[in-house]
Nanobody
């Protein structure tokens, strides 16, 4: 069992920036691909970004590409999501997720999930 805890959410004005962090338990963090997903009220959980176990490859949803950056520090068991040029439509609960396979944009392929952190972008 892997435990994930997100932090860094909050309220920010449109055009601003926010940095989310995800702390993972266990000594085998480097064996997991990691992803960020988000979910707004009444909507399905959607893919945001993912990164391979070695950090060598990243993937982004078209809606956040060139604005968000995912990175990881395996020595600290941590993955981050730097969000720039935020828009009101970015408002959602953001979730950190982990899986033992390759990085993916599919919600159902991730084995472990954090509790989420709220991000609110005002206009």
């Amino acid at each position: 069992q892997v435990q994930l805890v997100e932090s860094g959410g909050g309220l920010v004005q449109a055009g601003g920036s926010l940095r989310l962090s995800c702390a993972a338990s266990g000594r085998t963090f480097s064996s997991y691909a990691m992803g960020w997903f988000r979910q707004a009220p009444g909507k399905e959980r959607e893919f945001v970004a993912a990164i391979t176990w070695d950090g060598g490859t990243t993937y982004y949803a078209d809606s956040v590409k060139d604005r968000f950056t995912i990175s990881r520090d395996n020595a600290k068991n941590m993955v981050t999501l730097q969000m720039n040029s935020l828009k009101p439509e970015d408002t959602a609960v953001y979730y950190c997720a982990a899986r033992t396979g390759w990085a993916s944009n599919r919600v159902n392929l991730y084995n472990y999930w954090g509790q989420g952190t709220q991000v609110t972008v005002s206009s």
